[in-house]
């Protein structure tokens, strides 16, 4: 069987693929900016510099769940301050919880009125029936400060324990985003 070498491409042949390359390139680039402007900028950010897409309904998706959200975080949320006292009963623990929706921030710093308290700050989602939490800090400690964003809907916060054989008062303030607060 004889052996062939593939004929090379003459230089004429590679300027005509370089030329074609070259040309859809440019091709795909118009069309992706096209879809940009036209379906992607509408439909996700409700930006919509040529009125293509509310013509073709693709902003009124944007819209609807900005407006839902807002409208439901504006009638449900509070964002105050509080201080709150919450005592612990000797050889007892006690929760105190916030609900909280997914995203909602609570900034907290709480101090005890003696000695350290064992904790666990967590979450519990909102319709769970199987008992899970989720722990965001665990130790013992008669003060702590920090924030949080809840990871979940839900109820989130405190469980405090006193080994001691005397009450023990925390004080809890809070700044943020909650519906609900108290022991539970």
């Not at 879809?35 to 819209?63: Q, S």
């Not at 949320?77 to 050889?91: C, F, L, M, N, R």
Request: one cysteine or more; glycine letters at 8%.
């Amino acid at each position: 069987m004889p052996h062939t070498n593939p004929k090379k491409p003459n230089n004429h042949e590679l300027t005509l693929t370089s030329q074609k390359l070259l040309k859809c390139t440019l091709f795909s680039l118009a069309f992706a900016g096209i879809a940009l402007i036209t379906i992607i900028l509408p439909a996700e950010y409700n930006i919509d510099p040529t009125g293509l897409g509310k013509k073709l309904g693709l902003t009124v998706f944007n819209n609807e769940k900005t407006t839902a959200t807002s409208e439901r975080l504006t009638n449900t949320t509070k964002k105050t301050t509080e201080t709150i006292a919450v005592i612990v009963p000797p050889g007892r623990g006690v929760e105190y919880k916030f609900t909280m929706e997914q995203y909602q921030k609570l900034t907290y710093e709480w101090q005890t009125d003696s000695a350290s308290l064992y904790f666990d700050l967590h979450g519990e989602p909102k319709g769970d029936t199987t008992g899970y939490f989720e722990s965001y800090a665990i130790a013992t400690l008669n003060e702590m400060k920090g924030s949080f964003t809840a990871p979940f809907s839900g109820s989130h916060g405190w469980y405090w324990k006193n080994n001691l054989d005397t009450q023990v008062t925390v004080q809890l303030t809070v700044i943020g985003e909650y519906t609900d607060h108290g022991l539970k």
